[in-house]
């Protein structure tokens, strides 16, 4: 089975910009993968942010962006803002399921 | 758009449970539905899937051969039939959509992986 491998937490200050990142088990992540990227925060439902690596859903706004960056899937924060502290957790699709990363803890400080 | 789940609830392992998602706002039947769970003190998992039809259903290991999903696409309605439950299997139920609803020529059906809109999620509990 596949296994999807996440930074556990990352630091980012006001208004910089961090990375995140995604890998697989069975070897690079391709956009046949269809990455997706998901936030949650405490006490609510997720919320989608990215899906097929790079589209972005039309209420999220332009600092989330998505790509695919030596051999893994990448969500990257620009002007990070203070609401941006949540978890990310990284979607993949392998032989046709579904598998989360175990998540990203980004703590804006 | 939106999406509601319904149906959970305390349950003792062994027992089954059958939670809904009603949806709105959209083509439901152009949509493939997931499920996906959070259990306490875990991250998200991916428990299913199905197409815009039904035809195809795809099941994460850890629940194949116990859950059903299944879809009435008459009253826009996702269903997830849990059996033989466990104490892991506690856990935030949530169901969301796909987020393009794109028709598969090959298939002949609606499929397309992620999700864009999710609901709020409905608890099940397996306890004694």
């Known amino acids: 089975q596949t296994v999807v491998t996440q930074e556990p937490s990352l630091t980012v200050s006001p208004g910089g910009t961090v990375t995140l990142t995604c890998s697989s088990s069975?070897?690079?992540?391709?956009?046949?993968?269809?990455p997706s990227w998901i936030q949650q925060k405490p006490g609510q439902p997720p919320r989608s942010l990215i899906h097929s690596t790079s589209k972005r859903s039309s209420w999220i706004p332009a600092r989330f962006s998505g790509s695919l960056l030596g051999g893994k899937a990448a969500l990257t924060l620009s002007g990070v803002q203070p609401e941006d502290e949540a978890e990310y957790y990284c979607l993949l699709y392998s032989g046709g399921l579904g598998v989360f990363g175990g998540g990203t803890k980004l703590t804006v400080l | 758009v939106q999406l509601l789940e319904s149906g959970g609830g305390l349950v003792q392992p062994g027992r089954s449970l059958r939670v809904a998602c009603v949806a709105s706002g959209f083509t439901f039947s152009s949509y493939t539905m997931i499920w996906v769970r959070r259990a306490p003190g875990k991250g998200l998992e991916w428990v299913s899937d199905?197409?815009?039809?039904?035809?195809?259903?795809k099941y994460a290991a850890s629940v194949k051969g116990r859950f059903i999903i299944s879809r009435d696409n008459s009253k826009n309605t996702v269903f997830l039939e849990m059996t033989n439950l466990r104490a892991e299997d506690t856990a935030v139920y949530y169901c969301?959509?796909?987020?393009?609803?794109?028709?598969?020529?090959?298939?002949?059906?609606?499929?397309?992986?992620?999700?864009?809109?999710w609901g709020q999620g409905t608890t099940v509990t397996v306890s004694s």
């Open positions: 969301a959509k796909d987020p393009l609803g794109r028709y598969d020529w090959t298939d002949g059906d609606y499929y397309f992986y992620g999700m864009d809109v």
């Open positions: 199905i197409s815009g039809s039904g035809r195809s259903t």
């Open positions: 069975t070897g690079a992540v391709t956009s046949g993968h269809y």
